[in-house]
C-alpha cells in the first residue's frame, strides 16, 4: 500500500524542498494542501492554471511521489455567506485542474456552525445542516463531472457529517459516481466512545465498501480526560486489528499520515510498514 504525508506538515516551503522532504523520509505521496504547504500560494479562486498544476505535479513525480489528494477544506455552513461562495469558488478550481496535477481527489471535511473552531455544535446534526451540505457538495459533485474529477468526503465527531451513517446518507443522497470516501477514525471519536474505536472502523467499512480511497493514519492518547493525538505507533489505536483489515478491502487506498511531527514521522512510517508486512 501507499503511505503518505500531509506535506505542509513538513513546513511551508516550495514544492521542490517539500518534495525532497518528503522522499527522504521514505513517503510514497502527499496530501496538497496549497496555500498551507507552498510559499506564495493564497488559496483563493482564480490563482490555479494549467501550467501552473503541471508544475507542481511535476516537482513531486521527480521525486517519485503521487499527489493523492488536493485538500481544499472549507466550511460549507460557515456563517460568512461570502466566505463561503469564496471556497467554493476555490474547491471548484481545484477540480477544475485535478487532472493537471495527476491527482487523486480533492478532498474536504463537512463542516460546523461553530464557523472557524470546526467544534461541536447541536445545529451540526439537523437536517437543516444535513441539506446544506448536501446541496453544495450536489452542485460540487456536477463539477467534479464536466471535469472528470473526483471528490473525497470526510465525516468527524463534531461536525455535520458527526458519525459514519451520516456521511453514507449524504453520499447515497449526492447520487454521484465521483464521490467518494476519506476514512479518519481518530476524527469520530470522543471521550465517550473511543473504547470502541475497531467497532466504528469495522461501520465504516461496512457501510463506505468499495468507495473508500482514503485513510487518514493518526494515533492518539488520554490525557486529562481528554483525546489528544500523539506519534503514531504510541498510543492506542489498534493497528494490529484495522491495517490487516485495510489491506484485505481497501489494497489500493491511500495512507495518509496527517497531524504528524516530522520528528516522529521516520518512526511512524517504520512502524505501519512493519505492521502491513505482518509484524507485531
Known amino acids: 500500500m501507499k503511505i503518505g504525508v500531509r506535506v505542509h506538515d513538513l513546513g ?40 501552473k498544476a503541471n ?24 456563517s460568512n455567506k461570502a466566505l463561503v461562495e469564496s471556497n467554493i469558488a476555490k474547491f471548484r478550481e481545484h477540480l477544475q485542474y485535478e ?3 495527476h491527482a487523486g481527489y480533492v478532498g474536504s471535511e463537512t463542516g460546523s456552525f461553530n464557523d472557524d473552531k470546526w467544534t461541536y455544535n447541536p445545529l451540526n446534526r439537523t437536517e437543516e445542516a444535513f441539506q446544506e451540505v448536501k446541496r453544495i457538495f450536489r452542485s460540487l459533485a456536477d463539477t467534479a463531472e464536466e471535469y472528470n474529477a473526483n471528490i473525497a468526503l470526510e465525516g468527524a465527531y463534531g461536525h455535520c457529517m458527526f458519525e459514519p451513517k ?17 476514512v479518519d477514525i481518530y476524527n469520530y471519536l470522543s471521550i465517550g466512545n473511543y473504547q470502541t474505536h475497531t467497532e466504528i472502523f469495522d461501520e465504516c467499512l461496512e457501510l463506505f465498501r468499495g468507495k473508500i480511497v482514503i485513510f487518514h493514519i493518526k ?27 485495510i489491506m484485505k478491502e481497501c489494497p489500493n487506498a491511500y495512507l495518509i499520515f496527517e497531524g504528524s511531527k516530522p520528528e516522529d514521522m521516520e518512526f511512524s512510517l517504520k512502524f505501519i510498514r512493519n505492521k502491513l508486512n505482518g509484524g507485531k
Open 99 to 101: 487532472n493537471d496535477f
Open 166 to 182: 451520516a456521511l453514507k446518507r449524504l453520499v447515497d443522497e449526492i447520487q454521484s459516481d465521483r464521490v467518494f470516501y476519506i
Open 12 to 51: 511551508k516551503s516550495d514544492a521542490v524542498t517539500l518534495a525532497r522532504k518528503a522522499k527522504a523520509l521514505g513517503f510514497d505521496c502527499v496530501q496538497l494542501v496549497l496555500n498551507k504547504a507552498i510559499e506564495g500560494e493564497t488559496g483563493l479562486a482564480n490563482t490555479l492554471s494549467k501550467e
Open 55 to 78: 508544475g507542481f505535479y511535476e516537482a513531486f513525480h521527480r521525486e517519485g511521489l503521487e499527489i493523492a489528494m488536493l485538500g481544499a477544506y472549507f466550511n460549507p455552513v460557515h
Open 219 to 245: 494515533d492518539f492518547l488520554v490525557v486529562d480526560g481528554a483525546l489528544k493525538q500523539c506519534c503514531i505507533g504510541k498510543g492506542l489505536m489498534d493497528f494490529d486489528y484495522m491495517l490487516p483489515k
